[in-house]
């Protein structure tokens, strides 16, 4: 999957964002990836990276989705550092596949 950040409603029809997000989290190749919950109580947080409570303040969103993006490219540049320095760029390609991380070694 190639999502940089999730924004999830916590009441939703059917399966509420919670549980989503619980799923999300339990995959390996999805449960890095930041999550922002909006929300109409703000004590909903529920482990999110973030949320925004209704009605959507369009900058405070906006402001907290470039935050995590900007933690995603962080934490994957040290991911990839880290894998090349330890394993060399050979086993860090073989690794980044194999984990199927977003990182270019």
């Known amino acids: 999957y190639d999502f940089a950040v ?10 509420d964002g919670i ?5 999300i989290k339990a995959r390996d190749k999805t449960k ?6 909006i929300s109409a109580n703000s004590k909903d947080d529920a ?17 907290r989705i470039r935050l995590a993006l900007r933690l995603k490219q962080e934490k994957d540049w040290h991911i990839e ?11 860090c ?6 984990k199927e991380l977003d990182v270019s070694c």
């Open 6 to 15: 999730i924004v999830l409603d916590v009441q939703m029809p059917g399966m």
């Open 93 to 98: 390609r073989w690794y980044a596949e194999k």
């Open 19 to 23: 549980e989503t997000a619980r799923l």
């Open 47 to 63: 482990g999110a990276f973030y949320y925004v409570t209704k009605p959507i303040n369009k900058v405070e969103l906006m402001a």
């Open 81 to 91: 550092r880290d894998c090349k320095v330890i394993l060399g760029r050979r086993s």
């Open 32 to 37: 890095d990836i930041p999550m922002i919950f």
